[in-house]
């Protein structure tokens, strides 16, 4: 009985429904278990057949073991975590963007959601980068040398949070691309040099004082 191949046999009648309302399922996915009760899992396409009477008078398919494909799949979902994990816990900024100047963010860590005044990452991306800059040209210019360059190191430029405030950055950012070379993100670090700024800013006083 082809329903006693399924962990859940709810699956098989899914898929009955399906092949008798759309005629075809492809790539329908389900737990299933061998003759010695052991669990694996399996991808489908699957059509019914019909007589010219339009009475169905049997499934056909062909079936794929993707037991190893899941499993390189978690894998990979657990390396993701882990790296996400490891990002979020950097004091620097870390994010990704769509490509174009009015592009927005896609992803960033915790630390550049609460450095641009963001309670959560979540509530940071889908806003527009460009919004982000005190003069929205440095947004472009930015990525006119990433085009042209690839990757724009220790970038620096003025920029403003949630609630307005004026504050300093220093970013390192890298175009990526696809294989057929078109850009498809840009992503990088982000660093908070206000400090920085205002020392040198004190130093240059100091020496213009001196001399």
Known sequence: TVNDIYVD???????????????ICR?????????NGTHFSIERTSSMVR?????????????????????????????????RELLDSLQEG?????????????????ACAKMFGYKSPEEMIGTTVEDIYV??????????????EGICRNFESH??????TLFSIERTSRMMRNEEGEPVRIEGIIR?????????DELRESE????
């Open 159 to 164: 920029c403003k949070k949630k609630n307005g």
């Open 135 to 148: 003069d929205p040209e440095d947004r472009r210019k930015l990525v006119e040398k990433l085009e042209k």
């Open 9 to 23: 046999p709810e699956d098989r009648r899914k898929l009955v429904e399906k092949l008798e309302k759309d005629g």
């Open 94 to 110: 870390v994010y990704q963007s769509e490509p174009e100047v009015e592009g927005v963010f896609t992803w960033v860590n915790q």
């Open 192 to 200: 908070d040099i206000t400090e920085r700024k205002m020392l040198e």
């Open 27 to 35: 790539n329908f996915e389900s737990h299933c278990k061998k003759k």
């Open 51 to 83: 007589n010219e009477e339009g009475e169905p008078v049997r499934i056909e398919g062909i079936i794929r073991d993707t037991t190893e494909r899941k499993m390189l799949e978690d894998e990979l979902r657990e390396s993701e975590k882990h790296k």
């Open 208 to 211: 213009k004082h001196k001399r």
